[in-house]
Nanobody
Framework: QVQLVESGGGLVQAGGSLRLFCAAS????????MGWFRHAPGKEREFVSA???????????YYADSVKGRFTISMDNAKKTVVLQMNSLKPEDTAVYYC?????????????????WGQGTQVTVSS
């Protein structure tokens, strides 16, 4: 069973930066995708970013339009850790951020496409 543990959330002023970490434990797969969704009050959980890895093609990254150019996702395969670097943060980025994972490299922005979820970490951006 894959387990995901997030860290790194907090409070920051608009224009600031935060870095989120997600550490995975459990079985190792030859290809997998890890990523982030967020859930803001009164809104549905939405896709933020994902990174796919396979032994034959390396890393591929994906971003929601709302964060493209501001957020960067990266992966340390040896440590099975994903990092989301968030720059130029806006108040509308305020949400609980959830780490997620699935086996395989096919991109999906749908919640139902992911098998494993972390507990979430709060990110609050003040104006």
């Amino acid at each position: 069973q894959v387990q995901l543990v997030e860290s790194g959330g907090g409070l920051v002023q608009a224009g600031g930066s935060l870095r989120l970490f997600c550490a995975a434990s459990g079985p190792t797969f030859s290809s997998y995708t890890m990523g982030w969704f967020r859930h803001a009050p009164g809104k549905e959980r939405e896709f933020v970013s994902a990174i796919s890895w396979s032994s034959w093609s390396g890393d591929r990254t994906y971003y929601a339009d709302s964060v493209k150019g501001r957020f960067t996702i990266s992966m340390d395969n040896a440590k099975k850790t994903v990092v989301l670097q968030m720059n130029s943060l806006k108040p509308e980025d305020t949400a609980v951020y959830y780490c997620t994972a699935r086996i395989g490299t096919g991109l999906t922005t749908s919640i139902t496409g992911y098998n494993y979820w972390g507990q979430g970490t709060q990110v609050t951006v003040s104006s």
